[in-house]
């Protein structure tokens, strides 16, 4: 399962650069390193259709990716690097903002936590904003691959508590869970 014609749209900070187009939008959210842009690749099956970051926090634009004629993801910047200087953390917030308060092709918000850890303080603060949000959130657990099978079952329920959100286990490395993203993503065509 995959999605052959996947392509790169645009990358965009305000409305008026955001794409005209008929697809439904999910977006991607999520803290920076936590995994996005190997989501992204992983799922169109294309790697370098995003860019795998080796430093965490560069990505200051929504970028937008064709998956099909149906369906675009929207990579949102990642949030909470600690090494940004406030400045420029206040500009993410507003970028991210200014997408998820007025798009009307959004269908639903995907957050990404780590698989390891769980999610951060900025996780939860993102969870708190979604809560008035009007579309369907749904939340990946990234990096599975790392994540010990003992403590798999017990870390997806403390997540998905967490958030108070239903997680789909997602590994970038190995595909698992790649299906079922693919499966749920489809439903909001
Ligand atoms: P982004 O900043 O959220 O876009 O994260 P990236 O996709 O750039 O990944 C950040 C780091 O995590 C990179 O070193 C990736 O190789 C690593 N990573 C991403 N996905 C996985 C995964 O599924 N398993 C493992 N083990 N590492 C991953």
């Not at 990358?11 to 991607?28: C, G, T």
């Not at 010990?148 to 286990?169: D, H, Q, S, T, Y």
Request: aromatic residues 8%.
């Amino acid at each position: 399962m995959s999605f052959p014609d996947a392509e790169f749209l645009t990358s965009a900070v305000q409305p008026d650069q955001y794409p005209r187009h008929r697809r439904k939008e999910i977006a991607l959210a999520g803290r920076s390193n936590v995994g996005k842009s190997s989501f992204v690749n992983a799922i169109a099956n294309r790697k370098g259709l995003a860019y795998v970051s080796k430093q965490p926090g560069r990505t200051q634009t929504i970028n937008f990716i064709a998956l099909d004629e149906a369906l675009c993801l929207v990579d949102l910047p990642g949030y909470g690097y600690a090494k940004v200087p406030e400045r420029i953390r206040a500009s993410w917030g507003a970028i991210i903002e200014g997408y998820l308060s007025g798009r009307e092709q959004l269908v639903a918000v995907c957050l990404l936590v780590d698989g390891r850890h769980g999610p951060t303080r900025d996780d939860r603060t993102m969870v708190e904003w979604l809560a008035h949000a009007p579309y369907e959130c749904f939340a990946i657990a990234t990096k599975w691959d790392k994540v010990a099978r003992g403590v798999r079952i017990r870390r997806l329920k403390e997540i998905a508590e967490a958030l108070g959100m239903e997680v789909v286990p997602f590994s970038a490395h190995s595909g698992e869970g790649k299906d079922e993203v693919i499966k749920r993503l489809r439903r909001f065509v």
